[in-house]
């Protein structure tokens, strides 16, 4: 059975950084799309980042290019977002998920993810 488990977050100040963990645990197979995804309050569910584990670069929504970081430690089965230069918008409740899929197809559906993590919050106070 895949999990995912989230840590980090919190609240922090405009223009500080945070950094957000997911571990997976569990076969999902030999590639995966791994994702990251925020929803603020009254809103939709967006995807913000992802990667497939099967190589390749990171891709990010306009709205967190320059700004986040995603990395991937393969063996840790871990997925780190490193978020600088936090604005106030980028409050959320932040997921991770998971597909058993070769690639990741954008824009990113929460529809075509199967495996969610439980949330974590980030504050950003201006």
């Known amino acids: 059975q895949v999990q995912l488990a989230e840590s980090g977050g919190g609240s922090v100040q405009a223009g500080g950084s945070l950094s957000l963990s997911c571990e997976l645990s569990?076969?999902?197979?030999?590639?995966?799309?791994m994702a990251w995804f925020r929803q603020g309050q009254g809103k939709e569910r967006e995807g913000i980042t992802s990667i497939s584990t099967g190589g390749g670069t990171p891709t990010y929504d306009d709205s967190v290019q320059g700004r986040f970081t995603l990395s991937q430690d393969k063996a840790k089965k871990t997925l780190t977002l490193q978020m600088n230069s936090l604005q106030s918008e980028d409050t959320a409740v932040y997921y991770c998920?998971?597909?058993?899929?070769?690639?990741?197809?954008?824009?990113?559906?929460?529809?075509?993810?199967?495996?969610w993590g439980q949330g974590t919050q980030v504050t950003v106070s201006s």
């Open positions: 998920a998971a597909a058993a899929t070769d690639w990741c197809i954008w824009p990113l559906q929460p529809s075509n993810f199967p495996y």
């Open positions: 569990g076969d999902i197979g030999t590639r995966a799309c």
